[in-house]
């Protein structure tokens, strides 16, 4: 399993660790990813995703699931958040024609 989040497409980065005698080691920085179920008020359904504490942070502050994918472009999405983006806009227009 590859240690990128699910909805941004964040993964690891590299740098280097500066000694106080100035010398550089390389290293990773590991993006910290929680494992979530997060509910999706229009599929109804629970959405079990692994998202990097940024992000979780993200989707609380747009209300949900459903307002962070609906708010944002799919070019900044993984191809898994922006099928289920599809998925939301599909239910949406089915409710609006009903």
């Given amino acids: 399993m590859s240690k ?8 690891s980065q590299s740098g280097n ?3 106080h005698s100035n010398r550089k080691t390389r290293t ?3 993006p910290n ?3 979530v179920s997060l509910k999706s ?14 992000t979780l942070r993200s989707i609380e502050h747009n209300g949900g699931l459903d307002g962070y994918l609906l708010s944002h472009s799919s070019t900044k999405m ?3 958040a922006a099928k ?7 239910k949406l227009l089915a409710k609006a024609a009903a």
Avoid: Y
């Avoid at 990128?4 to 993964?11: K, N, P, Q, S």
């Fill in 78 to 80: 993984t191809t898994e």
């Fill in 4 to 11: 990128r989040c699910a909805i941004t497409g964040v993964g």
């Fill in 33 to 35: 990813l929680q494992h």
């Fill in 84 to 90: 289920l983006k599809r998925q939301l806009k599909k």
């Fill in 41 to 54: 008020e229009l599929l109804g359904v629970n959405v079990p995703l692994r998202v990097t504490a940024a």
């Fill in 28 to 30: 990773r920085f590991m």
């Fill in 17 to 19: 660790n500066v000694s």
